[in-house]
């Protein structure tokens, strides 16, 4: 169901940013007294830049702001030789030496706007920012992302803005020692399970194995663990546990309650699974699309490579946006197509979430979730 668009009058509802960018620095990155923290955005959402540059400070540490806009980016990728479009910038290289963790957000609000400009100009400025990306990586710079919703995000999805905006800062403005305790407990139930089972009112009736594939938690906190680990990256909104599967073990019947691609909703898909392969079953609304996207896919997109399972209290409805949807409390998405970087053995130019709203999960006869509600 598509909901109605927001009258004239209607806005997103005013964020205290000072709390979130709290939780930020202090619980999910871990900002130390005396550390560099790069800060980046743009001109749209500057009111939460400049909250994240105050927490920086009021954990003693030193923050260095980074803004652009739609305007100067287009200028930019327009009016810029391609011959400097794709020069390495060397003294940023040396600059991230002294810094110690990033904080990034949108730099513009409408990235559509940058589709216009030919692709050779895109792909020059992206290669110069690869550089700069893989050095950062290469050092193990903590880095932290948590994307900034505008009207723009919201076209083609079926929610309106003010209910996405509200929805989204929810999610952000959580209690993370909650979800990190909820989420180990929730891993350590999966690890060693022989068995899943996955039902529901709507017609699913799955079983799988996880073997010994890795069971890994997105809670939204740095831990010292997660940093001697390598994992130096934290995306928000968290709240997921998520595992490949033994893709050959995924068997039986999976009815979709929501998926969204090439902004269409899809609900009500009817797929038999056999040794992890799917395939649709007679010809429900937006069967045509479904079929097209995994006929246009490369290596193996129609394969099951992930079980996954939302813990955000504060999303509360699918609406085709990725950051929230995949963490809705309760929920169990089943994703098509490549997980070979979490464990799995599907190679595939697709990775695409299917939902199943209020899902039981049996771990060898256990509940896990009954009815959507998790038995933790």
Same mark, same amino acid.
């Given at each position: ?210 073997? $010994? &594939? *890795?069971? !890994?938690?997105? #809670? +939204? ?6 940093? /001697? ?127 199943? $709203? &209020? *899902?039981? !999960?049996?771990? #060898? +006869? ?6 959507? /509600?998790?038995?933790?």
């Amino acid at each position: 169901m598509v909901e109605r668009a927001a009258s004239a009058g209607q806005k997103q509802s005013a964020i205290d940013f000072r709390p979130i960018a709290d939780k930020i620095v202090n619980t999910c990155l871990g900002v130390a007294p005396g550390e560099v923290v790069q800060i980046g955005g743009g001109v749209h959402n500057f009111p939460l830049v400049a909250a994240l540059a105050a927490a920086v400070r009021r954990a003693g540490a030193f923050p260095e702001i980074n803004v652009t806009s739609d305007d100067l980016q287009l200028e930019t990728l327009t009016t810029v030789p391609v011959e400097y479009l794709e020069a390495v910038p060397r003294h940023r290289l040396k600059w991230l030496e002294d810094v110690d963790a990033m904080i990034v957000t949108d730099a513009v609000a409408d990235p559509a706007r940058a589709m216009a400009v030919p692709e050779e100009r895109r792909r020059a400025a992206q290669l110069a920012a690869e550089a700069v990306h893989r050095h950062i990586f290469e050092r193990g710079t903590r880095w932290l992302y948590v994307p900034y919703p505008t009207p723009a995000t919201r076209a083609g999805l079926p929610i309106t803005f003010p209910n996405l905006w509200s929805m989204f800062w929810r999610a952000v403005d959580i209690d993370y020692e909650r979800l990190t305790q909820e989420a180990a407990r929730l891993a350590a139930r999966l690890e060693g399970v022989r068995e899943l089972r996955l039902v529901s009112d709507s017609g699913t009736d799955l079983t799988l194995a996880v073997g $010994e &594939r *890795p069971v !890994l938690v997105d #809670d +939204g906190v740095m831990s010292d663990d997660d940093r /001697e680990q390598g994992d130096t990256a934290v995306n928000l909104p968290a709240g997921e546990v998520f595992v490949a599967p033994i893709e050959a073990s995924v068997n039986g019947r999976l009815v979709v309650d929501f998926a969204f691609r090439n902004g269409q909703a899809m609900r009500g898909l009817d797929l038999t699974v056999r040794e992890g392969r799917v395939q649709l079953e007679g010809a429900p609304p937006g069967g045509c699309s479904f079929r097209e996207i995994l006929a246009m896919g490369h290596g193996d997109p129609d394969v099951i490579g992930e079980l996954g399972i939302g813990l955000n209290p504060g999303v509360d409805r699918f609406c085709g946006w990725g950051p929230t949807d995949e963490k809705r409390r309760g929920a169990v998405h089943l994703g098509l197509g490549e997980n070979r970087y979490f464990g799995g053995a599907v190679a595939a130019d697709l990775h695409w979430d299917l939902f199943v $709203e &209020r *899902p039981t !999960l049996l771990a #060898d +006869g256990r509940p896990l979730i009954e009815a959507g /509600e998790l038995r933790l």
